[in-house]
């Protein structure tokens, strides 16, 4: 049985990826994607990313899944969504914000009709690009005790004050998602509600934070006696938790796409071993070059058969318990030993003084995977709070 009903014959599917190709071909900037360097370098660049992403949206390769009525397409299906992920991540072309798509997610499954009529058109116009709110010094992957507190005012608006970080895309988003504690004497997952949040408001002030790869990809936001009107509050005061937990359940089927980023790596670390050499000989006649090649192309071919399944049971609505925990470790882990071993392979390796450009961007693209991998072992959950979900919710073991 398919959740998402006629599942799309392969010539459908075969039709659309040809559709998604050539629109890449035709309107994708002129700027390639590199992990941990995502974010806009300067007004051209984000003038070039935002009109990229709009024409997505346009063509309804983006925001497919949404209702009709505001803008989504009546034949849309979740593959859809992978093949558009998998030909982006494949050109090498920036993909759509991670960020904007949670917080369309959240609109149009909680917010009122008011906030949908006036924030979801600057989002499929990409005049409003956004980021989260959650993450705080001392409630990194455990959200659940973030201390930003929110004081409702006799107008029925709020004053927020607080501190977030590692706010990805903060310095150029225009709306954040913020998860704040609106009932002072509550802890853990209670007492908590979402507002979304204009950057440029008073009282709002962002720091970037500069990456181990030098590159601003990363902010602390600060929430200083910041005024949000009644209209700011999504859903029901309390109902925070649920909320952002949907918001993060929908992020399961961007994974599926990941897989080409696995993909990628691989091809990367086989073009180095095979075109660079360690004194004088090519890195692939070394045998424990060979071997270990051998044994992280197995870890990524395992990787994505388990996501494969995964994505295929989601589909069909046959998801079990710790399944996305699942998939996010096999990705998240897969990627760090992949790219950390290339990064020290490209770092030993001497490129051939003729030999291809090809080399020497893919000796560069593992450096910058390889510096940028934990955050992928952090983010939407660090592999501890994975283990720990699979742990209790799969397992069933005891909590101490």
């Known amino acids: 049985m398919n959740a998402f009903g006629n599942r799309p014959t392969e010539a459908q599917l075969s039709e659309f990826r040809n559709r998604v190709r050539a629109h890449i071909s035709e309107h994708a900037p002129a700027i390639e994607a590199r992990e941990g360097h995502r974010a806009p370098k300067t007004t051209e660049q984000e003038a070039q990313l935002r009109a990229w992403f709009a024409g997505l949206f346009e063509a309804g390769f983006v925001g497919a899944d949404w209702p009709v009525e505001y803008g989504g397409r009546v034949d849309h299906h979740p593959l859809h969504d992978r093949i558009t992920s998998e030909e982006i991540l494949r050109a090498r072309a920036p993909r759509p914000i991670d960020q904007v798509n949670l917080a369309a997610h959240v609109l149009l499954h909680f917010g009122s009709e008011e906030q949908k009529r006036t924030l979801l058109p600057p989002i499929r116009r990409s005049e409003h690009v956004w980021c989260q709110l959650f993450s705080e010094p001392d409630a990194g992957s455990d959200i659940a005790a973030v201390r930003s507190r929110g004081v409702q005012q006799d107008d029925g608006g709020w004053l927020l004050d607080g501190q977030k970080i590692w706010i990805t ?219 720990n979900i699979l742990a209790k919710r799969r397992l069933l073991l005891p909590s101490r």
């Open 169 to 387: 895309d903060g310095h150029w988003a225009d709306m954040g998602l913020a998860l704040i504690r609106t009932d002072p004497a509550s802890s853990r997952h209670h007492g908590l509600s979402v507002f979304t949040v204009p950057l440029g408001a008073d009282g709002v002030e962002i720091r970037p934070i500069r990456t181990i790869g030098d590159a601003i990809e990363v902010n602390e936001v600060f929430l200083t006696r910041v005024r949000i009107g009644a209209d700011g509050l999504i859903g029901e005061v309390g109902q925070g938790w649920s909320i952002i937990m949907a918001g993060l359940d929908f992020e399961r089927f961007g994974i599926g796409g990941n897989v080409i980023l696995l993909e990628l790596l691989i091809d990367d670390l086989v073009t180095v071993a095979r075109h660079a050499h360690i004194d004088g000989v090519p890195a692939l006649k070394f045998a424990d070059v060979r071997q270990q090649v051998a044994e992280l192309a197995v870890e990524v071919e395992v990787a994505k058969a388990f996501i494969d399944d995964y994505v295929e049971r989601l589909i069909s609505g046959d998801e079990q318990v710790g399944d996305g925990s699942i998939a996010k470790l096999s990705f998240a882990e897969t990627y760090h030993r992949v790219a950390a071993y290339g990064a020290e392979l490209a770092a030993s390796a001497t490129v051939v003084v003729n030999s291809d450009n090809a080399v020497r961007q893919a000796k560069q693209r593992l450096r910058e995977c390889w510096l940028w991998s934990r955050a992928y072992t952090i983010s939407g959950g660090s592999s501890e709070m994975m283990r």
